[in-house]
T-cell receptor, first 116, second 109 residues
Framework: GAVVSQHPSWVICKSGTSVKIECRSLDFQATTMFWYRQFPKQSLMLMATSNEGSKATYEQGVEKDKFLINHASLTLSTLTVTSAHPEDSSFYIC????????????FGPGTRLTVL | DAKTTQPPSMDCAEGRAANLPCNHSTISGNEYVYWYRQIHSQGPQYIIHGLKNNETNEMASLIITEDRKSSTLILPHATLRDTAVYYCIVRVIGNQFYFGTGTSLTVIP
């Protein structure tokens, strides 16, 4: 099946710094990727849709200036959490689809962000 | 996309079939039913999907009622490794995936 990777798998940073998370589709090209956030004991919350070669589409209530998304190629999307604060600590997950047929989404393993 | 309703938790004895229900009474004709599961601290794993016919793969079976207002995911012989949160999602192709609260399945030895 299709494989999606994320890097890093976990990161700890100081408050006020920026953190970049990468999402890669390893064996297929994805024109669209999705970014989610998940707090402990909660479900996944969709943050934004990342479109290759164009601006990301953010869900209501998600600050686009705080969560910068860049989808520079058909296999790579990045999420940068700018000026991170402790409340940004969460599990960030991306997904990508084959973009054909029933467009099943495949998810990355997630990135655990802890902001001190 | 239509909302789904799932029981918050279920238990299943190891080796028995696990039947996970999902209600999607407001589903529209072009929405597919997808099932994913999430093992603790991992990304969701695709299980199966369907439109109106029953589907089966190496992991599970998906039974969709004739009126499409509900479905059941069947894990034929549950193992301890099947302990996870199972999400039922209905979605129009090309649209985003919105996750509900899912069902936490515990497989008991």
């Amino acid at each position: 099946g299709a494989v999606v990777s994320q890097h890093p798998s976990w990161v700890i940073c100081k408050s006020g710094t920026s953190v970049k998370i990468e999402c890669r589709s390893l064996d297929f090209q994805a024109t669209t990727m999705f970014w989610y956030r998940q707090f402990p004991k909660q479900s996944l919350m969709l943050m934004a849709t990342s479109n290759e070669g164009s601006k990301a589409t953010y869900e209501q209530g998600v600050e686009k200036d705080k969560f910068l998304i860049n989808h520079a190629s058909l296999t790579l999307s990045t999420l940068t959490v700018t000026s991170a604060h402790p409340e940004d600590s969460s599990f960030y997950i991306c997904s990508a689809g084959l973009g054909r047929g029933t467009d099943t989404q495949y998810f990355g393993p997630g990135t655990r962000l802890t902001v001190l | 996309d239509a909302k789904t309703t799932q029981p918050p938790s279920m238990d299943c004895a190891e080796g028995r079939a696990a039947n996970l229900p999902c209600n999607h009474s407001t589903i529209s004709g072009n929405e597919y039913v997808y099932w994913y599961r999430q093992i603790h601290s991992q990304g969701p794993q695709y299980i199966i999907h369907g439109l109106k016919n029953n589907e089966t793969n190496e992991m599970a079976s998906l039974i969709i009622t004739e009126d499409r207002k509900s479905s059941t995911l069947i894990l034929p012989h549950a193992t301890l490794r099947d302990t996870a949160v199972y999400y039922c999602i209905v979605r129009v192709i090309g649209n985003q995936f919105y996750f509900g609260t899912g069902t936490s399945l515990t497989v008991i030895p």
